[in-house]
């Protein structure tokens, strides 16, 4: 006897069956039919096969026939049949993996939900219930929407079941993967909630979040309900990606690998947005930086929300998704500002129609929340209709303007025109994916970089011209531009070595740590922030002392306290041990009336040097006397080469050749700088490859 079942309708399954009759006994007919979609018709259990005995189950009785060949009762034949019929049951639990439900799964590798499920429109009491018979539901193509599918213009509650039937062993870490579903859903694995995004009632949506939830492993049985609670309220709302089982660490890792890698980036748009608003303060070109640091910064917040922060920055789905949108609709205005301003050219009345039409957007999704609780996503989504409205006119004037001003202002946009072109397509992929037209992953995180990089090289382009022009100039200007080349350079280096230290510390924040490891990585950032505060301040305190605005203060203060706080700056900017500080002094006390802050700036950036430049222990020493104040500052590393140190206190020249230490070129500008405006007089001594020492005589000394 051979049994054969269809999991909840035994009579689209085969029979085998005896026919007597004709004269011809003993005869045997095999039938065997398929309906529906794939091979999901067929169970696996063969028991036995037996010609002229009785027949088979009655439960298979009404199948309808798809083929009828007599088979005598002969060896060969026999043998043949059961061939045959192994291959078919052999064959159909892998044709079933793309099968609609009910579906038939082995508990080892991943199994696809794509296909039809079982689908009831309005709330149902009990919809979770494996026992509910739902064989007059209706059917659904999953994934859907509900405006492409057959329950289009209908809006609320509906329920989904699939049946799976376990033809192997139970799996003990299986998760089911829905992806992203509009607009709230609610999941049941026999009966039980193993997940829910959102709320169904009271509604509240959730229309971002990937769905993967955990199936215990004492859940399985087998014959298996999944069942979906979903609430939609447009007709956008439905699964839009292919369910499937799959083992939950795959899943996991899969989803968050994508996350940290747009998390990393939207950590270094932040930190690259304050390297733009500090050119605010120190150029010229105030209006680009200041434009293209606030779109730096509304990039990188927008997709660290996306990036699997929102709920550890927020609490509400909707607030979270208002902030979001708002912070997408700044970009095209806020790029085509940059654009404007960095060309010189006057602003279009198109542009201001634009800022009046985003300006009415973001009070629209303000406002959202008091428009009413089941109308949240339908307003979302008329506000990023009209987004992508207002990016396609943004799009076609801008690359109409470049068009129209390239040839006048080619040397200012060869290379910015071609990162603003290299932004076009992951704009356009990540509004027509936000929307849900095409399912594709959102890379505009990724393609920023490039265009970051177009302008770095529009900016080395003008540098490369710069230095061609001057080339007919006397030799000292000669001289001041490479410098000014060079503390490019010396600025670049010190970004880059900031920025590589905290995406290394960023990269290794989930790794396991133990707390003499996260001590480390504390003392790294704090050393990181502390050289990046040191570079913004030292080029502030330059400009102010090169410009005279710096506003002088004439107070009593102990040169020993200024000393500790030296000490402490430099020793958590390059991380050099305490130890390596010694400092002597000829009293427990020397008072000094000046500015406390220059005499701080002086001392530390001769400390900083010696702990940078030296492996040895560092002396301080402090000597007062009847002509004034001496400040020793004494290292015994490499010294600094002979003809080296008349320049070494101009401005943007390094004494170090390997740009692998931190450094601006600027530090020994302002000591001398500040030397000069406090009357003081600086004595250089050095023997290379043995020590350095600095010293200071302050003549004004007023006795404690």
């Known amino acids: 006897m051979i049994e054969a079942e269809h999991v909840g309708s035994l009579e689209n399954m085969g029979r085998l069956e005896n026919v007597r009759g004709a004269g011809k006994p003993g005869h045997s007919r095999l039938w065997l039919s398929w309906r529906g979609t794939g091979a999901s018709v067929i169970r696996r259990r063969c028991i036995d096969w037996m010609v002229g005995g009785k027949a088979p189950d009655s439960r298979l009785h009404k199948a309808v026939p798809a083929f009828n060949y007599p088979v005598r009762r002969s060896d060969n034949k026999i043998?043949?049949?059961?061939?045959?019929?192994?291959?078919v049951l052999f064959l159909?639990?892998?044709?079933?993996?793309?099968?609609?439900?009910?579906?038939?799964?082995?508990?080892?590798?991943?199994?696809?939900?794509?296909?039809?499920?079982?689908?009831?429109?309005?709330?149902?009491?009990?919809?979770?219930?494996?026992?509910?018979?739902?064989?007059?539901?209706?059917?659904?193509?999953?994934?859907?929407?509900?405006?492409?599918?057959?329950?289009?213009?209908?809006?609320?509650?509906?329920?989904?079941?699939?049946r799976i039937v376990l033809t192997g062993q139970a799996p003990e870490h299986a998760a089911l993967y829905l992806g992203r579903v509009r607009d709230a859903d609610q999941v049941f694995f026999n009966g039980v909630p193993i997940g829910s995004t959102g709320k169904v009632q009271p509604f509240s949506p959730d229309v971002e979040s990937d769905r993967i939830y955990s199936v215990p492993f004492g859940l399985w049985q087998e014959e298996n309900i999944v069942a979906i609670r979903l609430y939609g309220s447009t007709g956008g709302a439905g699964i839009l990606n292919d369910p499937r089982v799959a083992h939950q660490g795959?899943?996991?890792?899969?989803?968050?690998?994508?996350?940290?890698?747009?998390?990393?980036?939207?950590?270094?748009?932040?930190?690259?947005?304050?390297?733009?608003?500090?050119?605010?303060?120190?150029?010229?070109?105030?209006?680009?930086?200041?434009?293209?640091?606030?779109?730096?910064?509304?990039?990188?917040?927008?997709?660290?929300?996306?990036?699997?922060?929102?709920?550890?920055?927020?609490?509400?789905?909707?607030?979270?998704?208002?902030?979001?949108?708002?912070?997408?609709?700044?970009?095209?205005?806020?790029?085509?500002?940059?654009?404007?301003?960095?060309?010189?050219?006057?602003?279009p009345m198109i542009l201001k129609f634009l800022e009046i039409f985003y300006g009415a957007l973001a009070l629209i999704t303000i406002s959202i929340p008091f428009l009413g609780e089941n109308r949240s996503v339908f307003w979302f989504d008329v506000t990023i209709y009209s987004n992508l409205a207002g990016v396609s006119v943004v799009l076609i004037y801008g690359i109409s303007m470049f068009k129209n001003t390239y040839r006048p202002y080619r040397d200012r946009l060869r290379f910015i025109?071609?990162?603003?072109?290299?932004?076009?397509?992951?704009?356009?992929?990540?509004?027509?994916?936000?929307?849900?037209?095409?399912?594709?992953?959102?890379?505009?995180?990724?393609?920023?970089?490039?265009?970051?990089?177009?302008?770095?090289?529009?900016?080395?382009?003008?540098?490369?011209q710069l230095n061609a022009a001057v080339k007919e100039q006397e030799k000292e200007l000669r001289q001041l531009e490479r410098k000014k080349t060079g503390t490019i350079l010396n600025i670049s280096q010190e970004f880059q070595h900031l920025f590589e230290g905290i995406k290394h510390l960023l990269g290794a924040g989930s790794e396991k740590k133990n707390a003499r490891?996260?001590?480390?990585?504390?003392?790294?950032?704090?050393?990181?922030?502390?050289?990046?505060?040191?570079?913004i301040l030292d080029s502030r305190l330059l400009s102010q002392l090169e410009n005279?605005?710096?506003?002088?203060?004439?107070?009593?203060?102990?040169?020993?306290?200024?000393?500790?706080?030296?000490s402490d700056r430099a020793i958590r900017a390059t991380q050099a041990k305490q130890s390596r500080l010694i400092?002597?002094?000829?009293?427990?006390?020397?008072?000094?009336?000046?500015?406390?802050?220059?005499?701080?700036?002086?001392?530390y950036h001769l400390v900083e040097n010696a702990l940078?430049?030296?492996?040895?222990?560092?002396?301080?020493?402090?000597?007062?006397?009847?002509?004034?104040?001496?400040?020793?500052?004494?290292?015994?590393?490499?010294?600094?080469?002979?003809?080296?140190?008349?320049?070494?206190?101009?401005?943007?020249?390094?004494?170090?050749?390997?740009?692998?230490?931190?450094?601006?070129?600027?530090?020994?500008?302002?000591?001398?700088?500040?030397a000069a405006r406090m009357g003081a007089s600086l004595r250089l001594d050095s023997g290379p490859g043995f020590y350095t020492s600095m010293e200071i005589f302050i003549p004004q000394a007023e006795a404690a």
């Not at 490891?517 to 570079?535: A, F, M, V």
């Open 79 to 87: 043998v043949g049949k059961a061939g045959l019929l192994a291959i």
């Open 92 to 162: 159909a639990p892998f044709l079933s993996l793309q099968a609609d439900c009910p579906v038939y799964y082995n508990g080892r590798s991943a199994l696809e939900l794509k296909g039809n499920w079982k689908l009831y429109k309005g709330p149902l009491s009990g919809g979770q219930n494996p026992s509910l018979n739902d064989s007059h539901w209706q059917s659904v193509s999953v994934p859907f929407t509900f405006d492409g599918s057959n329950v289009k213009g209908y809006r609320g509650e509906i329920w989904l079941r699939c």
């Open 250 to 347: 795959d899943l996991l890792t899969e989803n968050m690998l994508s996350s940290r890698v747009s998390a990393g980036f939207s950590f270094l748009f932040l930190f690259i947005s304050l390297y733009f608003f500090s050119f605010v303060i120190f150029t010229s070109r105030k209006k680009e930086n200041l434009f293209l640091g606030l779109f730096t910064l509304s990039l990188g917040f927008y997709h660290l929300i996306r990036s699997g922060y929102r709920y550890v920055i927020f609490d509400d789905f909707v607030f979270s998704y208002q902030v979001e949108l708002l912070c997408l609709y700044m970009l095209p205005i806020l790029f085509l500002n940059f654009f404007i301003s960095w060309i010189e050219h006057k602003r």
């Open 417 to 464: 025109g071609i990162g603003f072109m290299c932004l076009i397509p992951p704009v356009l992929n990540d509004m027509l994916s936000t929307l849900g037209v095409i399912n594709t992953p959102r890379i505009l995180v990724f393609a920023f970089p490039i265009f970051l990089g177009f302008i770095a090289l529009q900016l080395s382009d003008g540098i490369i």
């Open 517 to 535: 490891t996260q001590n480390k990585k504390n003392r790294d950032l704090e050393c990181h922030l502390t050289n990046l505060e040191n570079l």
């Open 548 to 566: 005279n605005e710096y506003p002088d203060k004439n107070v009593r203060f102990n040169l020993l306290d200024q000393i500790k706080l030296v």
């Open 583 to 603: 400092v002597h002094s000829s009293a427990d006390e020397i008072i000094y009336r000046g500015d406390p802050e220059l005499f701080h700036a002086m001392v």
């Open 612 to 674: 940078l430049y030296s492996e040895s222990d560092v002396e301080i020493r402090l000597v007062k006397d009847e002509r004034g104040i001496t400040v020793n500052i004494r290292d015994e590393g490499p010294g600094i080469p002979a003809d080296q140190q008349e320049l070494i206190f101009e401005r943007f020249v390094r004494g170090a050749e390997d740009h692998s230490v931190a450094g601006s070129g600027i530090g020994l500008t302002i000591v001398d700088e500040i």
